[in-house]
């Protein structure tokens, strides 16, 4: 019989990589979308072009995270084996501008997602996947950061991601629903959102390469984070709705560098020596900043059998050479106008 998953977000990165892998697996897949006046489905848009497309099982349903009775109504036609809750207002430094909107759609739009799955839990068992984040650690209290560090959130969109998280392990634990929460560090791709930093870097350094644009502008540089692949991430997602009883882990590299080292990387693959083009803007500066986040993915790995496998060199060396291609597009559209 085949399995149908539902999965919001799946316009984004993440959700893209992982709709690809459960049509793979021969799921049946349904996504979530909000309606809007131009198509935002440029991550998945491949998938409905390819020669098979008439094998391929996905669907997309509009509809919106904040709606929780137009949501549990979706939930309960489709009846999903899986829901993988990956939609979310995902930029911390957005979160600061907009707090209110970050949290009703992190977590509000969490809840929602978890109440409508407790309804359908009545009828037959849905399992679910609740996308936590390593922002939630925040001032961090330890290092390496695991599944028992306590949280200290540093932003809105980091409060709101632990509120979704604790109402997760509450429906697991009050409704007897399998619902897991993913902790995933900092998880990089060339689908990436340009206004997200690895991005910016790699958009901005491949157009400078090719003179279409003359300087770059960030934050902090000395920021560390744990930067993975977000291809093998969520390998790490489904393995997490596979087990036998449902709980929450770390995804991470186990590997931490600053900003600075990607930008090193990333330039230096360009030959370009990126202090003659950056300049740092205090308007990128976070009004509270998270200064270090390293994670420990021991359990996923001994319990899940997942760990990740891609190094930062390898993920700038692909983030480059596809924005390089997109570059040149630039230039060839600019030459030609």
């Given at each position: 019989m085949t399995r149908r998953a539902f999965i919001t977000g799946i316009t984004g990165q993440d959700g893209s990589y992982l709709a690809e892998l459960l049509l793979d697996k021969g799921y049946e897949v349904h996504g979530l979308v909000r309606r809007s006046s131009t198509f935002g489905t440029e991550r998945i848009d491949h998938i409905y072009r390819d020669p098979h497309a008439s094998d391929?099982?996905?669907?997309?349903?509009?509809?919106?995270?904040?709606?929780?009775?137009?949501?549990?109504?979706?939930?309960?036609?489709?009846?999903?084996?899986?829901i993988y809750n990956l939609g979310a207002q995902s930029h911390v430094r957005v979160s600061f501008d907009q707090p209110v909107y970050t949290f009703?759609?992190?977590g509000g739009g969490a809840l929602n997602v978890l109440e409508a799955a407790r309804q359908l839990n009545?009828?037959?068992?849905?399992?679910?996947?609740?996308?936590?984040?390593?922002?939630?650690?925040?001032?961090?209290?330890?290092?390496?950061?695991?599944?028992?560090?306590?949280?200290r959130p540093q932003?809105?969109?980091?409060?709101?991601?632990?509120?979704?998280?604790?109402?997760?392990?509450?429906?697991?634990?009050?409704?007897?629903?399998?619902?897991?929460?993913?902790?995933?560090?900092?998880?990089?791709?060339?689908?990436?959102?340009?206004?997200?930093?690895?991005?910016?870097?790699?958009?901005?350094?491949t157009r400078i390469r090719l003179g279409l644009q003359d300087r770059l502008y960030l934050g902090n540089?000395?920021?560390?984070?744990?930067?993975?692949y977000a291809k093998d991430y969520v390998e790490g997602m489904w393995r997490m709705l596979q087990q036998d009883e449902p709980d929450d882990f770390v995804l991470a590299t186990g590997q931490t560098h600053?900003?600075?080292?990607?930008?090193?990387?990333?330039?230096?693959?360009?030959?370009?020596?990126?202090?003659?083009?950056?300049?740092?803007?205090?308007?990128?500066?976070?009004?509270?900043?998270?200064?270090?986040?390293l994670g420990d993915a021991s359990k996923a790995r001994d319990v899940l059998g997942w760990k990740a496998a891609t190094s930062l060199e390898e993920l700038a060396e692909l983030m480059v050479e596809h924005d390089l291609n997109l570059a040149r597009q630039e230039a060839v559209l600019r030459d030609t106008v």
């Open positions: 391929v099982h996905l669907f997309l349903h509009y509809g919106d995270l904040t709606d929780g009775q137009g949501l549990t109504n979706l939930i309960l036609d489709l009846e999903p084996d899986e009703q759609v992190t009545k009828r037959r068992s849905v399992r679910v996947y609740q996308a936590s984040s390593s922002e939630m650690y925040g001032d961090v209290l330890e290092t390496p950061q695991n599944e028992q560090t306590p949280f932003s809105p969109y980091a409060c709101a991601k632990v509120y979704a998280f604790h109402q997760t392990v509450n429906y697991r634990r009050s409704y007897d629903l399998f619902a897991v929460n993913g902790i995933l560090f900092n998880h990089e791709s060339p689908r990436r959102g340009e206004t997200f930093v690895t991005r910016k870097i790699t958009r901005a350094a540089l000395d920021a560390k984070r744990d930067w993975g600053t900003v600075r080292r990607f930008v090193e990387l990333v330039f230096g693959r360009l030959d370009l020596d990126p202090d003659e083009f950056i300049e740092i803007d205090p308007r990128y500066f976070r009004p509270a900043e998270v200064d270090v986040l």
